[in-house]
């Protein structure tokens, strides 16, 4: 899941011949809806694949987590120097960590929780880290932005209160870690001028943290062909593919609508993991996601 570094409502401006050469607008609604749909279900694939791996054992988490970032790196290099044919620039080591932060934590959560609930967490935990980043820089809500804070925070408290259906709570924390780094990797890439080719930098930069830790564990170790198939799916395609997708919808967007239509990722991962994972919608999780939901809504409303 990927936040909107871009300004609400940027239009390109040209002269009358390249207006010209614009395809129809409805031609680019359906385009826009198509990149749209294809964004949110690589998104949520991450946590479907994550879950189908680790769920059975069919690779530890480690080996999960250094494929997936080693894919994701092949995929978004080759995408970056395609399109700029130079190698990609911009990332950070701040992205890096963040980025391995979030990787790591994200699978030793899906060890212990279903991808329905740990969507909710994700996405959640992400917003909430962007919205507690920007009280802190001084913006001030306005009243409905405030109640949806709430609500959304009482949502993310009901999830984790102890319980026969609550979420294990060591995978829980590691799922809000998780998106709280995910959150900071967001606002550290907030201001680049070409997403792909900054996150294929981060996403090397990344690369031998995640391969040290794999060195060291390799005691541990346990893979085998169709775990090691689900990870290099989830690098390269819902990663790799999802962020190409999405950076290349977001101007057709707008800032505001992007966030927004983030919303149907964790709805997409729940109905995901009860088709293909067998895994059971609780009442406890329904209406907390519906709480979640509900208030981020609230604080995306246009003024």
Not at 12 to 29: H, L, N, V, W, Y
Not at 103 to 128: D, E, N
């Amino acid at each position: 899941m990927m936040a909107v570094p871009m300004a609400e409502g940027a239009v390109q401006t040209g002269d009358s011949s390249t207006a010209r050469m614009r395809p129809p607008a409805g031609s680019r609604r359906r385009r826009a809806a198509a990149l749209t749909v294809g964004t949110l279900v690589c998104f949520a694939a991450n946590s479907l694949l994550c879950r189908a791996a680790l769920r059975p054992r069919l690779v530890d988490a480690v080996t999960f987590t250094t494929v997936r970032i080693a894919s994701g790196a092949v995929a978004l290099t080759l995408i970056a120097v395609a399109r700029r044919r130079a190698w990609p620039r911009g990332g950070s080591l701040a992205g890096g960590l963040t980025l391995f932060a979030y990787a790591i934590s994200f699978s030793l959560a899906y060890v212990r929780i279903g991808a329905g609930v740990g969507a909710l967490l994700l996405f959640g935990a992400v917003q909430v880290t962007m919205l507690g980043w920007s009280l802190a820089q001084g913006a001030r809500p306005r009243p409905v932005e405030w109640l949806g804070i709430a609500v959304a925070l009482a949502g993310l408290a009901w999830l984790g209160l102890p319980g026969a259906t609550a979420p294990d709570p060591a995978g829980a924390a590691l799922m809000v870690i998780s998106g709280a780094c995910w959150g900071a990797y967001s606002l550290l890439g907030r201001s680049g001028r070409d997403p792909v080719a900054s996150n294929a930098d981060n996403f090397l930069r990344a690369l031998p943290l995640v391969l040290a830790l794999s060195v060291a564990l390799a005691g541990r170790a346990a893979a085998s062909g169709p775990g090691i198939l689900l990870a290099a799916a989830s690098g390269a395609l819902a990663s790799g593919g999802g962020y190409s997708l999405w950076y290349a919808v977001v101007p057709d967007l707008g800032a505001t609508r992007a966030a927004a239509v983030q919303l149907g990722v964790p709805v997409l991962a729940g109905l995901g993991a009860t088709a293909f994972l067998g895994e059971r919608l609780t009442p406890r999780v329904a209406a907390s996601g519906a709480a979640i939901l509900a208030g981020i809504a609230l604080t995306l409303r246009r003024r």
